[in-house]
């Protein structure tokens, strides 16, 4: 459960906008049911994670109606990634 506290799920929607350390990015991630995490801005720069980004500007286009970055891919696809990021 490591991956969880590390991406620190925001639970309050009032605080959402003020939980974004610095250096950190908040991404809404889910197929249907959106869930926020707050990812280090390194992850930017992994080819994993680029390619994650490339496959869902193919696949959605770049429409965020929750404010931020929308993943439409698995929770679980999101977290296996992250987690394998966070040990590279």
Do not use: W
């Amino acid at each position: 459960m490591a991956i969880h506290k590390m991406l620190r799920r925001s639970l309050s929607a009032e605080k959402r906008s003020t939980e974004v350390p610095k250096g950190h990015l908040a991404v809404y991630v889910g197929e249907s049911e959106k869930k926020r995490f707050v990812i280090p801005l390194s992850y930017l720069n992994h080819p994993l994670f680029q390619e994650l980004l490339c496959q869902t500007e193919e696949e959605f286009g770049f429409h965020h109606p929750m404010g931020g970055l929308t993943i439409p891919c698995s929770e679980e696809l999101f977290i296996d990634l992250t987690s394998h990021l966070s040990k590279a």
